[in-house]
């Protein structure tokens, strides 16, 4: 996944709009596309794809003939407890979650989940990639990686819930401390399509390390969130 810092310019520009249009009261006029062509010195279609992201994210209406206006998006923040299971977390807040497009296969470590879980690297490892979804839409694109020599093998039967839950509750194997890790990356072609947004958008990709005894690495779960939904993790 790209960093923020590697964002297209379309892209960079949205977030610096996206600030001034937080400033605005709802219902005020925007700068037209020519202003702000103008203002940034790029091509008007660099723009107009950086508007229509913001029209996306319920922050601006476009009216022909009219101009552009600042509004407000439809309240659909999602409040969850890093604490407890995902799953658990939906559940609290009324919605329904499901699971899609369930993997399970066995790959080779490479460096940065080796390292992470403490192993070599090229150790097989067992990788779980899943697609979260609220209400039949996509929310979240999943992947996990668990030791298999500390983990149990298992198959998609057993997949009810969460993976952490699948490992604590079914798989009987203890888990105690974790650690969880924010980061802002950039949609690559893959997120695009599974999360249904574009290219290069805004992901929040949340990590979480969950340790056993003796606080060894028995497994890493990656969540990708689209930034157009509002999210609120306590932790």
């Known amino acids: 996944m790209k960093a923020l810092s590697e964002l297209p310019l379309y892209l960079k520009i949205a977030d610096e709009l996206r600030a001034r249009l937080m400033e605005l009261p709802v219902g005020a006029p925007f700068q037209t596309e020519q202003e702000l062509t103008e203002e940034f010195g790029v091509a008007r279609g660099t723009i107009r794809q950086a508007l229509n992201i913001l029209v996306q994210e319920g922050l601006l209406s476009r009216m022909q003939g009219s101009g552009s206006f600042r509004t407000q998006p439809v309240d ?26 369930l993997s399970i296969t066995i790959v080779p470590a490479l460096s940065e989940i080796a390292e992470l879980l403490h192993i070599p690297r090229g150790t097989k490892v067992r990788k779980v990639t899943r697609v979260r979804a609220i209400d039949g839409k996509p929310f979240a694109y999943c992947e996990g990686y668990l030791r298999t020599d500390s983990i149990p093998p298992f198959y998609k039967r057993d997949y009810t819930g969460t ?49 056993g005894y003796g606080d060894e690495p028995l497994l890493t779960d990656t969540f990708y969130f689209s930034a157009a939904q509002s999210l609120r993790f306590n932790v």
Not at 91 to 100: A, L
């Open 76 to 101: 659909s923040s999602y409040r969850f407890t890093l604490t407890q299971e995902l799953t658990e977390s939906i559940r609290k807040i009324g919605m329904n979650s499901g699971v899609r497009n």
């Open 163 to 211: 993976l952490g839950g699948l490992v604590r509750n079914t798989l009987k194997v203890h888990i105690g401390n974790r650690r969880c890790e924010f980061r802002a990356v950039a949609a690559d072609e893959a997120l695009s399509d599974i999360l249904a947004i574009p290219l290069g958008s805004p992901v929040l990709r949340v990590s979480i390390l969950c340790f």
